[in-house]
């Protein structure tokens, strides 16, 4: 009996021994699979890379340039089909004779958006102007029709009825994810000098400018690359030749490139232009009253929006806000006055308006009010502005 569990003892470790062996070599078999993998997906990008730098030597003729003026001329190439000159023209009525004539008011760049003919620039480069004209990059001239502009944001949309074959439209990439020091790329018409490249690299992040309409535009992208008049309404380009912003300011006394540039990001972008596609103007959702100037604000020392009035069957009544009016005395009894929008804390109208940029017609938000009685939290649901 002793002998017989003595064997089975010795099976049994003989099998254990057995499956460990073989979970061992299973397991360098698959780590060394996943060495190999990894192996051959580094050898194919560095083929590829290789492959791409040999393309751009042999169509340039050149074997003299470094790798990386090799990768920005290929970026130009690439990228400067998208790119347009605009100008822009005006009527002035002589004095003297009072005749009507078109005179030069402007000139900007923009770049195509879509297959359709739509070119997005800025719209101050447009703001005034009588009549519009874009130049491709094949030197052709169209002349362009507005369809839709939000001074808030400086952006807007144009449409020229040019052949399909003449309009790439541009690569279109992501600016939350962008970083100080990389490099970036502006191409534009800085006074009149079309089709001129620009390199540098992102100096800041989440910068504030002025918009053309007073509403500051957050999130700006700062850059080094040189940005003179003209450049407004061009791409600001990563080092893959993607849109990451829209060039829009600069930072000088003289009015000249001093070093500081901004772009608008093309998050931005890519939420406002469908709007101005569809509707010819950024669609904001609305509480539906008429708030208080600043200036009142400032003569009655409140911070928030005070509410002046509400429109009749519009959110603001729905939701039981109160508006100002005059007693029986005739003095004045100041309405609700908002200070915050879940949570977010407001002080300013231009502080409501970009707190309400981050939601839609339909949804519900909390209101915090300040009343007589004290503050008070109040649910609303937005509507269309």
């Known amino acids: 009996m002793q002998n017989i569990l003595r064997i089975l003892f010795t099976i049994l470790i003989l099998g254990l021994g057995i499956f460990i062996g073989s979970s061992w070599k299973m397991s360098d078999t698959k780590?060394?699979?996943?060495?190999?993998?990894?192996?051959?997906?580094?050898?194919?990008?560095?083929?590829?890379?290789?492959?791409?730098?040999?393309k751009v030597e042999e169509d340039l003729g050149r074997s003299d340039l470094n790798t990386a003026e090799k990768a920005t001329i290929r970026l130009f190439e690439n990228a400067a089909p998208s790119v347009t000159f605009i100008t822009t023209t005006t009527y002035q009525r002589n004095f003297f004779s009072m005749n009507v004539t078109e005179i030069p008011s402007g000139t900007g760049s923009g770049f195509i958006w879509d297959k359709k003919g739509h070119i997005i620039t800025n719209y101050h480069v447009i703001k005034g102007a009588a009549r519009a004209q874009v130049t491709l990059a094949d030197r052709s001239t169209w002349d362009a029709q507005v369809i839709g502009a939000a001074p808030d944001k400086d952006l807007a949309v144009l449409k020229i009825d040019a052949p399909t074959q003449l309009l790439q439209p541009i690569s279109v990439g992501n600016s939350d994810n962008l970083l100080v020091g990389q490099s970036v790329f502006a191409i534009g018409n800085p006074f009149g000098l079309d089709q001129t490249l620009t390199t540098g690299i992102i100096s800041a992040l989440n910068r504030e400018i002025q918009s053309v309409s007073g509403l500051p535009i957050k999130g700006a992208v700062q850059t080094d690359a040189a940005i003179n008049p003209g450049n407004s309404g061009g791409p600001l380009l990563d080092s893959s030749g993607r849109l990451i912003g829209v060039n829009t300011a600069i930072y000088s006394p003289?009015?000249?490139?001093?070093?500081?540039?901004?772009?608008?990001?093309?998050?931005?972008?890519?939420?406002?232009?469908?709007?101005?596609?569809?509707?010819?103007?950024?669609?904001?959702?609305?509480?539906?009253?008429?708030?208080?100037?600043p200036r009142w604000m400032n003569r009655l020392g409140i911070e928030g929006v005070l509410v002046l009035n509400v429109n009749r069957g519009g959110p603001a009544e729905q939701a039981g806000i109160q508006p100002t009016y005059r007693n029986q005395r005739g003095e004045i009894v100041l309405g609700d006055i908002i200070v915050g929008i879940n949570n977010e804390p407001i002080a300013s109208r231009n502080d409501m308006l970009l707190a309400l940029e981050k939601y839609k017609a339909g949804d519900k938000v909390q209101l915090t009010l300040i009343r007589e009685e004290g503050e008070v939290q109040l649910p609303i649901i937005l509507g269309k502005e």
């Open 254 to 293: 003289s009015g000249a490139y001093a070093g500081i540039g901004f772009s608008i990001p093309v998050d931005v972008v890519k939420w406002v232009v469908p709007d101005l596609l569809k509707y010819g103007y950024l669609q904001r959702p609305s509480l539906g009253i008429e708030e208080a100037s």
């Open 31 to 54: 780590e060394t699979k996943q060495e190999s993998s990894i192996e051959k997906e580094e050898v194919k990008r560095l083929e590829t890379s290789n492959n791409l730098a040999d």
